[in-house]
């Protein structure tokens, strides 16, 4: 962390560097250590025959995983996807190249598991599993955000975040964790989020914030706390309780939902849409954070599931949650878990709901009000986050995920420009502190990575006075709040989507009767649906 | 029979099981490895009729890696169709008896050797000259390249010069090895390497990176629809520990079942 590194001057075009081997060698990011490891089941520190250990684990991974087998025997090397990372753009060390990263683990796998790395090593690249690679792993699967832009561009589709999550299971088996995303996780699937915020601190952090929006605006949004019955649950990110900018989001989403007239609310036994499980690779540890999402849906009797802006969490609620839990439709008859939740979800709604769609939804039926002119001292541009653009879907149309977040800002923002194409969509840049590397011992990383979304960034400000950046994720919000200075930057310059609603959003008031108002507005919305 | 021609006949129905066998338990290993997640990757189907559209637009036109790099594409494209169009024009050597008049239509086929050896030219210097595809590449990977050369350029050697081989001779021992009636090969060099780098292609090619012909049909962020909230996906061992109400944290440390 000590460490002295150059900050990466930002190019008028993204250039190609020359590679710099041991760029980036070091010793990765802080280890975890027993108290983190054992409650997550990993041995508490890295154990005896940990070579055996490490190898039987790859041979489970890759017997459990078409993904983690097709993609260590496809790849060709024909080097397509060796200048698409941000981390090795940023920081020129190859074997932060997609392949380069993937050959760590795929080097081995030919040692042990193919004919050719059993008997010609050497000619076909294959090693062993030595403490010198064992470190690399562990260095270079922790210079990875899982982004999965390399897999766009990858004539096979090979998935870079496949190979850094078998690695980190691997790793993890062994007793090699990483300690900020497994002292998180055990937070998570013990007390309910990332913070380790108990239920009386998440409910006086919310009374303060109703407090101070009835003082800003007149109006009493509330922020219901395992309300039963509710129509809504909403899983968002913990950091919208606390970070800025991500609470001013949170502030939308309520406002939002007032003016709708729903009932929602949030749940202090599963107040986190965030999932590290999926970080850490491990399949059982990403279900049990998401098997209280699943509770919390049962107990409070919703018919609807909702999830903030969260990049990851999108994913894994839009992607996974219904593999893993069942929220969401289409469940065979027999399947009686899934039945169980998915007879009492609404199905006339797609369950997960991203609250993006909730709120394009109502824009598009005219339920909002807005005075965009609000925003007009903002000349805003949209990141897509990694996670949202190439792994899940909005709208349930072709490419909704790119389209909906820009609608509903340009719905509450008169002045909206877009990046370059090729860095913004299925392209996107990844701000350079998601998959779990959202932690100051990996800054240097993390400013490096962060370059190629910053040089199309300092475009946009060139040609179009770009002041405002916009993400729709709680891990690129704090990661650009941390390095937009460094470029020279505002740092308040990213702001949620959903603040940008909040500010444009015309409240009806006075709101004597809240109740009253609220049933007259669900009777509304009946007929309209 | 001579002595080469019994060798070749042996060397070639030993690299035709090799081939066969090896592919068959790669795709039935593919096939088989369960896929526990949904992770297609954007721009995405929602319909499986879209995943068709997209694997064939992947397979034909190689649509990811034109996005990617228009160099390589235009190697690597050039390559793969000249060798498809070769491959086709030889079934007129292994075809038994008289010609039906339909390879009259691929007689032309034999200009893309030049396609197929260019593109493996272009293919070789990248690797030579680009620093960071000279990085990821291991001896194999040049190799692989230089046994395509070697292929290509003795095809052309005895299509477009005057080193032309036995035709005939070429045809009875080709379409021998089908019918089982085995006769004598011609025995000029270059033919002899030509075969001979043939079989070994067929040998190693289930033990190769040659494996991305199957493995891009298999590609779970390529193969799959885009519908993850409105069918539920699972996979029999998830399925099984759901039903067992299992979580297996304390059971990290696996085993290969693949080995069992």
């Not at chain 1, 030595?130 to 922790?142: G, I, K, R, V």
């Not at chain 1, 709101?511 to 649906?529: F, H, I, M, P």
């Not at chain 2, 006949?9 to 066969?20: G, M, P, V």
């Amino acid at each position: 962390m000590a460490k002295e590194f150059d900050i990466p001057k930002l190019p008028t075009y993204l250039e190609i560097p020359e590679i710099n081997e041991g760029a980036m060698e070091g010793k990765g990011p802080f280890k975890s250590s027993k108290e983190f490891q054992t409650p997550l089941g990993f041995p508490g520190e890295k154990v005896d025959n940990w070579q055996e250990v490490a190898i039987n684990k790859m041979g489970e991974l890759k017997s459990k995983y078409r993904s983690v087998q097709v993609f260590l025997d496809a790849c060709v090397k024909c080097g397509a996807c060796t200048d698409k990372c941000h981390y090795f753009l940023g920081s020129s060390d190859p074997k932060n190249m997609p392949v380069a990263r993937q050959d760590l683990f795929r080097s081995v796998y030919r040692r042990h598991f193919t004919f050719a790395g059993k008997y010609f090593p050497k000619l076909v690249g294959a090693k062993e599993l030595d403490d010198e690679m064992l470190d690399d792993w562990y260095n270079y699967f922790h210079q990875c955000s899982q982004c999965r832009r390399c897999s766009v561009f990858c004539p096979y589709g090979i998935d870079t975040a496949e190979i850094s999550m078998a690695a980190r299971e691997v790793l993890d088996a062994v007793g090699v964790g990483q300690k900020y995303c497994n002292q998180i996780l055990g937070k998570a699937i013990t007390i309910g989020n990332n913070l380790g915020l108990p239920e009386p601190a998440l409910r006086d952090t919310l009374l303060d914030l109703e407090e101070e929006i009835e003082e800003e605006t007149g109006v009493a949004v509330k922020y219901p706390l395992d309300v039963k019955g509710a129509e809504i649950l909403l899983i968002t990110p913990s950091a919208d309780f606390f970070a800025e900018p991500h609470i001013d989001g949170l502030i939308g989403y309520g406002k939002v939902f007032h003016q709708d007239g729903v009932s929602w609310t949030m749940s202090s036994y599963a107040a986190e849409g965030a999932n590290f499980g999926m970080f850490i690779g491990s399949y059982d540890i990403m279900r049990k954070a998401a098997l209280r999402i699943r509770k919390a849906a049962l107990d409070l009797e919703v018919s609807r599931v909702m999830v903030g802006e969260c990049g990851h969490a999108w994913r894994v609620a839009y992607s996974f949650w219904n593999t893993l839990t069942g929220v969401g439709a289409g469940a065979s008859a027999t399947d009686e878990f899934a039945q169980k939740l998915q007879n009492q979800l609404d199905s006339r709604y797609p369950q997960p709901q991203h609250i993006i769609e909730y709120t394009h939804d109502l824009i598009q039926r005219g339920k909002l009000d807005f005075d965009k002119s609000a925003n007009d001292d903002r000349t805003v541009t949209f990141h897509d986050s990694c996670n949202v653009a190439r792994a899940t879907n909005m709208g349930g149309i072709p490419n909704g995920q790119f389209i909906l977040p820009r609608e509903v800002i340009k719905a509450v923002c008169n002045n909206f420009v877009d990046m370059e194409r090729g860095t913004i969509m299925e392209s996107t840049f990844c701000c350079g502190g998601g998959g779990g590397l959202l932690t100051d011992d990996l800054m240097e990383i993390r400013i490096k990575g962060a370059m190629p979304r910053m040089q199309a960034l300092k475009e946009v400000e060139k040609s179009d006075a770009v002041d405002t950046l916009v993400a729709i994720c709680a891990i690129c919000k704090s990661q650009f709040s941390k390095v937009l200075p460094k470029f020279d930057f505002d740092p308040y310059m990213i702001v949620s989507a959903h603040q940008l609603v909040s500010e444009a959003i015309i409240m009806d008031k006075p709101q004597t009767d809240d109740s009253q108002a609220e049933v007259a507005k669900e009777a509304e919305t009946e007929k309209v649906d | 029979m001579s002595v080469v021609s019994i060798f070749f006949t042996a060397l070639f129905y030993i690299s035709l099981a090799i081939f066969l066998i090896g592919m068959t338990r790669k795709i039935y290993q593919y096939w088989m490895t369960p896929v526990p997640l949904k992770i297609p990757t954007a721009p995405t189907p929602l319909t499986q009729t879209g995943v068709v559209m997209r694997l064939a637009r992947e397979v034909v036109l190689f649509e990811s890696l034109f996005k990617s790099n228009k160099w390589t594409w235009l190697f690597g494209w050039l390559f793969h169709v000249g060798l498809l169009l070769v491959l086709i024009r030889h079934a007129r050597y292994f075809w038994p008896g008289d010609l039906p008049e339909i390879f009259l239509l691929i007689q032309p086929f034999k200009y893309a050797a030049f396609a197929m050896v260019i593109g493996l030219f272009g293919l070789l210097g990248r690797r030579f000259f680009v620093e960071r595809i000279r990085y990821i590449s291991a001896p194999s990977d040049y190799l692989m390249l230089l046994l395509l050369l070697v292929i290509g350029v003795s095809g052309v050697v005895m299509t477009f010069t005057s080193n032309h081989t036995d035709v005939i001779m070429v045809k009875e021992f080709a379409s021998g090895l089908i019918v089982f009636n085995w006769a004598d090969l011609p025995t000029e060099v270059h033919f002899l390497v030509h075969i001979f780098m043939v079989f070994v292609l067929m040998a190693i090619f289930p033990i190769s990176k040659l494996l991305h012909v199957p493995g891009v049909f298999f590609s779970p962020t390529r193969n799959q629809v885009d519908d993850a909230r409105k069918k539920r996906h699972i996979s029999p061992w998830a399925l099984k520990q759901e039903q067992e109400h299992a979580i297996k944290l304390d059971q990290t440390l696996g085993q290969d079942s693949e080995g069992k």
